[in-house]
């Protein structure tokens, strides 16, 4: 499996956390590494929590 593969199923994984789990400290880590590789994805993700008071102001 090369690189470019494994940083695929990465993103995707990081994505699915955000997406569909619950557990608020997996989502927050899952946020901030998708902060650094899909920023727009994570600011846009990000906006809609704010938007949607789904978490707290510290979030």
Do not use: H, P, W
Request: charged residues 25%; hydrophobic residues 40%.
């Amino acid at each position: 499996m090369n690189s470019s593969t494994m940083y695929c199923k990465y993103r995707k994984k990081l994505i699915e956390i955000v997406e569909e789990n619950c557990d608020m400290l997996l989502i927050q880590e899952a946020m901030l590494e998708l902060s650094y590789i899909v920023e727009n994805y994570a600011l846009a993700k990000g906006m809609e929590f704010l938007k949607n008071n789904e978490y707290d102001a510290y979030f």
